[in-house]
């Protein structure tokens, strides 16, 4: 919990900076190394035909437009997807074309876990882009980003799109971090073309 609240803080401070149009964190930054996998259950289908690869994200609710990830249906994750309320997920096309083709994946239902396991249910409410995951040469797989409320993982990365030249973005970044917790620091600090490159 005290994680969560200080990487919401964080990003809020982020969201607040001149020049930012868009901040938000994710547990794997795109492009930047595999992200956690795992089994899932699709409703409705076969119990022996469960995914044994789907990728899992943990994202704030600014990470979408941060990215430039386009909403294709239902809602994005909002501050109001709390651990007291029932699961949600936003899926990318990949995922919602491999299992719900000819039919809208916004209300359908997953798991992540086999068809035995004891898990809850997690409702489909948005279906996003494909955003680029191992190489910019290969094609998205189905994944899911989950609210930190609900799903946390750490660590974070934080994405920021900025008006500001990167050096200037960065140490008023570091001043962010350092008001919310002096023994926090960053690291692994560069833009997306770099990372691209």
Do not use: C
């Not at 997953?110 to 997690?122: A, C, F, N």
């Amino acid at each position: 919990a005290d994680r969560r609240r200080a990487i919401e803080e964080i990003d809020r401070r982020l969201a607040t900076q001149p020049g930012v149009k868009g901040s938000g964190a994710v547990s794997t930054l795109a492009l930047r190394g595999y992200t956690w996998t795992g089994d899932a259950t699709i409703e409705g289908r076969a119990p022996s035909d469960y995914e044994r690869e789907l990728r899992h994200k943990s994202v704030t609710p600014g990470y979408f437009a941060a990215m430039g990830i386009r909403l294709l249906a239902g809602r994005l994750l909002e501050e109001r997807d709390t651990q007291d309320q029932p699961q949600v997920a936003v899926v990318n096309l990949a995922l919602a074309r491999k299992y719900f083709t000819g039919a809208d994946a916004v209300g359908k239902r997953i798991t992540y876990g086999r068809p035995q396991d004891k898990v809850p249910w997690v409702t489909i409410v948005g279906v996003v882009g494909d955003e680029q995951q191992d190489a910019l040469d290969k094609a998205a797989q189905p994944q899911v980003y989950s609210p930190i409320r609900q799903q946390m993982q750490n660590p974070m990365t934080f994405v920021v799109r900025s008006t500001l030249d990167p050096s200037a973005a960065v140490a008023a970044a570091r001043r962010d971090v350092q008001a919310v917790d002096r023994d926090l620091a960053l690291t692994s600090v560069t833009t997306l073309e770099q990372v691209v490159s």
